[in-house]
């Protein structure tokens, strides 16, 4: 009985640790007008300091998280939009699904037309920034 009981409390244990570790929610939608492309919705978010709009697309498949997806399906890209002066900033990509940006990523150079470059998803992003979050990134 004291086994089972101990048994018990450790797997209650490791769900518990498992559950607080898993802090990097992923919500895959498909970008509108492309068949194969699709944007972290819970990735989506406005930085305070900027204004500016941190996105992550990729192609392939809508089931996060990204590490459990086939090598050949392309890596994740990240963008910061610049929606008033439809430009954007090229993050590079995350080939690990850790979301992290890369320092000085303010400071990239602003390329002209966020549809280019992040499609549907770009046009989500900026219609919807009133209503994402807004934190402070580093």
């Known amino acids: 009985m004291r086994r089972l009981g101990l048994c018990l409390l450790g ?10 570790t898993a802090t990097l929610a992923e919500s895959w ?3 509108p007008g492309e068949a194969k492309t699709f944007y972290d919705a819970d990735f989506m978010r406005v930085d305070q300091t900027s204004g500016l709009i941190v996105l992550r697309i990729a192609e392939g498949r809508p089931n996060g998280p990204y590490r459990s997806w086939p090598a050949g399906k392309g890596p994740i890209l990240l963008f910061a939009l610049d929606c008033a002066a439809d430009k954007w900033i090229d993050l590079g990509m995350d080939f690990t699904g850790d979301q992290g940006l890369p320092k000085g990523w303010r400071k990239g150079e602003k390329i002209d037309d966020i549809k280019g470059a992040a499609g549907g ?3 989500v992003a900026c219609e919807t920034k009133d209503t994402l979050p807004k934190v ?3």
Request: glycine share 10%; aromatic share 0%; net charge positive.
């Open 136 to 138: 402070a990134l580093p």
């Open 121 to 123: 998803a770009g046009r």
């Open 29 to 31: 939608k498909a970008s």
């Open 11 to 20: 797997v209650t244990v490791l769900g518990l640790m498992a559950t607080a």
